[in-house]
């Protein structure tokens, strides 16, 4: 399977590596201490086209497929995990409306979503539905032309920020999953709002939020798909999200490797640099190898889903591989890094933390051997 990318994918990873290093990198350090989400940042990715990425142009997208979507997410994780985990939760929104949705739905959501400079989330974990996605509680009920729904979301990435969420809610109870549908919630939507914003270790500024539903009054034209597909959604959803984290985990890492590089050249120990001792060496050459590995995962995982065949297996297998190859990665290198790796001066701590999340969200570690053991042993 050939992986080189085409002069336009080579010239979309050009303007991604200069808009990472002219508008991500400096900041990433301040936001990792304030927490601020990088509003400004989103527009100018929206200005950029990347936002767009996957959207067709007829709906004022950029085109392209999940291929870019992972050069573009990945170039943006080596300086801020953040920002990438942004942009990269917010396509999950298109993906879920361009699949699954009415074309009215895709003329209303898409352009916004695509250069608009609108902002998308995906809510279906809950205080007690999290891997266990069964033990979803909140309901929407079909009240006229309207659907009346109640209940609480929680670790919603951009919650707070989104003007459109695609949330899962249970329309018929007693049928359990096959009762679960997916809806489109507007931001101002009466009985809507905002809980508890979430304090976090890694990916700060990405703010992570509780939604809140208390009758809230969704229109029953904002259902997307029919009820009681919630679940099959979900799922896709899912299967898409997960090759865009595996690009936020790869990103981190192959950021990790270039400050490692860099430091080891200019760090000089024993009357020689980093570089003349065979030991951090090895350390380089596991680093490099597991990067690789992942980086080959990932677009392999795109590749299938673009072709339209079968890829859950690849994409757990991605997404499981690269989050567990960012922590492998960040932690040598902080530890190559010795005590300036360990001080806010240098951003191994900060990716260290970023990495960490990968290995949680959009399906733990431990559900994606769940996953990917299921579909070996079909």
Not at 258 to 266: G, I, L, N, S, W
Not at 298 to 318: Q, V
Request: charged share 25%; hydrophobic share 40%; proline share 3%.
């Amino acid at each position: 399977m050939n992986f080189d990318f085409s002069d336009a994918q080579k010239m979309i990873r050009q303007t991604a590596q200069e808009f990472t290093e002219r508008y991500v990198a400096p900041l990433a350090a301040e936001l990792d201490l304030t927490g601020e989400f990088p509003r400004e940042t989103f527009a100018r990715m929206a200005a950029h086209g990347f936002t767009g990425i996957g959207i067709p142009e007829e709906y004022g997208g950029s085109g392209g497929s999940d291929i870019e979507k992972v050069i573009v997410v990945s170039e943006l994780a080596k300086k801020c995990g953040a920002t990438a985990a942004t942009l990269s939760i917010h396509m999950i929104f298109p993906a879920v409306i361009l699949k699954f949705g009415t074309e009215e739905q895709k003329k209303k959501y898409l352009p916004a979503m695509a250069d608009g400079g609108k902002i998308s989330a995906f809510a279906l974990t809950e205080p007690n539905a999290g891997s266990d996605a069964a033990a979803v509680k909140t309901t929407a009920l079909k009240d006229g032309d309207h659907y009346i729904l109640n209940g609480t979301k929680c670790f919603i990435t951009g919650g707070g920020q989104a003007d459109h969420v695609v949330v899962f809610a249970l329309t018929d109870p007693s049928k359990g999953l096959k009762g679960l549908s997916a809806l489109v919630v507007d931001k101002g939507m009466p009985g809507f709002s905002i809980g508890k914003i979430e304090d976090k270790m890694g990916i700060r500024a990405s703010e992570t939020v509780e939604l809140i539903f208390d009758n809230c009054r969704v229109p029953a034209e904002n259902l997307v798909g029919k009820e009681g597909a919630g679940f099959k959604i979900a799922m896709t959803a899912l299967d898409g999200a997960r090759i865009g984290v595996a690009a936020q985990a790869l990103g981190i890492a192959e950021g990790a490797l270039e400050e490692t590089v860099k430091y080891m050249k200019e760090r000089v120990q024993f009357g020689k640099p980093l570089t003349a001792l065979q030991g951090l060496n090895w350390y380089v050459a596991e680093m490099a190898t597991k990067i690789e590995c992942a980086r080959w995962m990932t677009y392999r995982a795109a590749t299938l889903k673009i072709k339209g065949e079968p890829y859950t297996k690849e994409a757990a297998m991605a997404k499981y591989n690269a989050s567990e190859t960012a922590l492998f990665v960040t932690n040598l290198a902080l530890q190559i890094h010795g005590g300036y790796g360990y001080m806010k001066d240098y951003p191994l701590e900060r990716m260290m933390r970023d990495a960490k999340i990968t290995q949680i969200y959009e399906g733990t570690s431990e559900i994606h051997k769940v996953v990917i053991a299921r579909e070996v042993l079909k």
